[in-house]
């Protein structure tokens, strides 16, 4: 006898034959010719202790017995019935429900059974199942068909203490799902729109131009921005330093702010609109490539930096949104047309990253 130790954490699917594993393989044909089996009705409660952990059973029967699927539907178990070939069954199902073939656990009694089982990766047989079955079997219960082999085998999988699911989340609101569809759907059409956008193509592959030539120059490009476009000013700064779809040499890339130190300085001897402008005229110099990130167009911060940018002869191209608020009319500004930050934001990040492979190929093909 088998006793390979299995726990319901190694499965996908349990599948259970009828007759022979859930009855004596016995039937009873009255004078009219109804047929009736006996069922264990501890192997019902088996049934009901392993759903609670999430485990998936089926049934699969070459028997058209309606008492199959009577018992099937008693115990809310998917059934397959009439099967002649219950291992092409099994593959098919199993592909349909996403399982793994080698994490199903079968129950099988007789020959029937046999080729399904030697798909599986746990074949179990009943302690009186065929010679071929039980010499295949990876465990074999004590057990008779009929006699609670569920119920046993419960027992052995639920031996290592896994505790019983939580309870399945109520189905999720259509009005839930169709905000969703729509905001993916106001997405695309931002995208699609800036397609056709000819003019902001062509801005995007002139801002690539200036900071590879800036970088070619020993210069530098430089972001900055507040809440979320600083963190994608961060971002795009580590794409330049680092690497972004190649490797290649690190190229200078810096996002004003990361020093909390410095920032907590200016902003409390100075005032908050000096925190990018002081650090700005540290670390830029003539040709370099600034880059202020906001969705408003309205950051004062930024205003300040830029107008310092320009005295310094430092190139200046803002990423904006919302119409471009007063930076727009401050430097080379690049707008994304919508009022949604979130939608902007989504859009500066892959505007940046377009950019950013903008120059990988503009740097590379200076060196051909």
């Known amino acids: 006898m088998s006793t390979t130790q299995i726990s319901v954490r190694d499965l996908d699917l349990i599948v259970y034959d009828f007759d022979g594993v859930m009855t004596d393989n016995r039937v009873y044909v009255s004078q009219g010719g109804e047929e009736a089996v006996s069922c264990n009705r ?74 399904a ?84 193509l062509s801005s995007l592959c002139e801002l690539a131009h200036a900071i590879a030539r800036a970088i070619r120059g020993g210069g530098k490009v430089i972001f900055a921005g507040n809440g979320g476009s600083f963190a994608d000013a961060q971002h795009l700064a580590a794409e330049f330093v680092g690497r972004f779809m190649r490797e290649r040499s690190p190229l200078a890339g810096v996002a004003l702010g990361t020093n909390s130190s410095t920032v907590t300085a200016i902003g409390n001897d100075y005032r908050f609109d000096d925190i990018f402008v002081r650090e700005l005229q540290a670390v830029a110099k003539r040709g370099d490539v600034f880059i202020p990130i906001s969705t408003s167009g309205n950051s004062g911060n930024l205003v300040e930096a830029i107008r310092a940018a320009e005295g310094m002869g430092v190139t200046t191209w803002a990423l904006l949104g919302k119409g471009g608020g007063r930076i727009a009319a401050m430097c080379r500004s690049i707008v994304v047309p919508s009022k949604h930050t979130a939608r902007i934001q989504e859009i500066h990040i892959t505007l940046g990253h377009i950019v950013c492979g903008l120059v990988d190929d503009l740097l590379d093909a200076a060196k051909a």
Do not use: W
């Open 42 to 115: 501890s192997d019902g409660l088996a049934v009901g202790m392993l759903r609670q952990v999430g485990v998936p059973q089926l049934i699969i029967s070459t028997e058209v017995n309606e008492v199959v699927a009577a018992r099937a539907k008693k115990l809310g178990l998917d059934v397959i019935q009439a099967c002649e070939d219950k291992a092409q069954a099994l593959a098919q199902f199993c592909t349909t429900h996403g399982y793994d073939v080698k994490r199903v656990l079968y129950v099988g009694n007789d020959v029937n059974d046999l080729a």
């Open 117 to 200: 089982m030697c798909l599986t990766g746990y074949p179990v047989s009943p302690a009186d199942g065929h010679a071929s079955i039980r010499s295949i079997a990876k465990l074999v219960v004590g057990a008779k068909g009929g006699a609670g082999v569920i119920r046993e085998l419960a027992d052995k999988l639920l031996a290592d203490g896994v505790q019983p699911a939580p309870a399945a989340a109520a189905r999720i609101d259509a009005n839930l799902v169709e905000h969703v569809r729509a905001e993916f759907a106001d997405a695309i059409r931002l995208r699609e729109t800036l397609m056709r956008d000819d003019a902001l």
